[in-house]
């Protein structure tokens, strides 16, 4: 799996958009971007996932950049419940037969702030 | 609701005194595994089973066992617990043979070993 790095942390202001960056520079073409986050000692959970267009669902947008080397999770109106880690994981997307092992790095604090 | 189930959610126990944690998930995932998470180690993936009666070995095993007789349930069982297994556990499934891979996780199950 392709290494990736996110800023330690960032701070968002309520309401307003809260945008977190990943950079995957050896990120091989038949890698997937996925962004999971964790609460404070919850379950990890997931948020988004894309190849090379950009994608939205009802949590978050992700933006890929053209390379694919770099991404960004953008979540629209952050709200206080978003204060968490925001993991970006590159890998190839399983298929049957393989460990469907996530490996987790350090992630970005998002803190947002009332 | 679909979700993955952990019991127990908090267990402090003696050394040598053998438990079991339970895991169990509604929506019918062939793939079940088991992360521990420790303060600046990430999260680390214990065990993993495609499917019923098919485990195997993730990156930290030792000291755990595993056992996969129902699809829906995959207890982690350690037989003779250290200080050293005191950690926060989770419980992931996943359906195979799709490329969407959102894993589902548990709420956490914090182990404290004396």
């Known amino acids: 799996d392709a290494k990736t790095t996110q800023p330690p942390s960032m701070d968002c202001a309520e309401g307003r958009a809260a945008n977190l960056p990943c950079n995957h520079s050896?990120?091989?073409?038949?890698?997937?971007v996925y962004w999971y986050r964790q609460i404070h000692s919850q379950g990890p959970q997931y948020i988004i996932h894309g190849l090379k267009n950009n994608e939205t669902n009802e949590m978050a947008s992700l933006i890929i950049t053209e390379d694919r080397k770099s991404s960004t999770l953008i979540l629209p109106h952050a709200t206080l419940r978003d204060t968490a880690v925001y993991y970006c994981?590159?890998?190839?997307?399983?298929?049957?037969?393989?460990?469907?092992?996530?490996?987790f790095g350090k992630g970005t604090l998002l803190t947002v702030n009332p | 609701e679909a979700q993955v189930t952990q019991n127990p959610r908090y267990l402090i126990t003696v050394t040598g005194k053998k438990l079991t944690v339970t895991c169990s998930q509604n929506m019918n995932h062939e793939y079940m595994s088991w992360y521990r998470q420790d303060p600046g180690l990430g999260l680390r993936q214990i065990y993993y089973s495609m499917n019923v009666e098919v485990t195997d070995k993730g990156d930290v095993p030792e000291g755990y066992k595993v056992s996969r007789k129902e699809k829906r349930n995959f207890p982690l069982i350690l037989e003779s617990p250290s200080p050293n297994q005191t950690s926060l556990y989770f419980c992931?499934?996943?359906?195979?043979?799709?490329?969407?891979?959102?894993?589902?996780f548990g709420p956490g199950t914090r182990l404290t070993v004396l």
């Open positions: 050896t990120i091989s073409g038949n890698e997937y």
């Open positions: 992931a499934s996943s359906q195979t043979g799709t490329r969407s891979d959102t894993q589902y």
């Open positions: 994981i590159v890998r190839v997307a399983s298929s049957g037969g393989s460990n469907y092992k996530l490996t």
